[in-house]
């Protein structure tokens, strides 16, 4: 069975950082694409970053510079790596793995996702 188990979120200060983790079990996925969405209730899912297989990474525009994505495949996990945290930036995060579709930003495109967790950035 296939897990995505994701860790580190809490309640942080603003200008805070924190790091995210998450978990693969079940399969690997180092030919796989991973990344991260938020969201929060009542509104939309949202894409936050994601890295593809060889390394490349790709942002939504307002986490560009403040949010860093990386991988181990070694350990089958990837991280979000926040800084210079906002409030604006509280939801649930959770991870992504092994993208079907040709976006990178679409949910749907994923195979597998995780449960979330929560982050809250105080103001």
């Known amino acids: 069975q296939v897990q995505l188990v994701e860790s580190g979120g809490g309640l942080v200060q603003a200008g805070g950082s924190l790091r995210l983790s998450c978990a693969a079990s079940?399969?690997?996925?180092?030919?796989?694409?991973m990344g991260w969405f938020r969201q929060v209730p009542g509104k939309e899912r949202e894409f936050v970053a994601a890295?593809?297989?060889?390394?490349?990474?790709y942002y939504e525009d307002s986490v560009k510079g403040r949010f860093t994505i990386s991988r181990d495949n070694a350990k089958n996990t990837v991280y979000l790596q926040m800084n210079s945290l906002k409030p604006e930036d509280t939801a649930v995060y959770s991870c992504v793995a092994d993208k079907r579709g040709p976006s990178y930003s679409d949910f749907s495109a994923y195979g597998y996702w995780g449960q979330g967790t929560r982050l809250t950035v105080s103001s």
């Open positions: 079940g399969r690997t996925f180092s030919s796989d694409a």
């Open positions: 890295i593809s297989w060889r390394g490349n990474t």
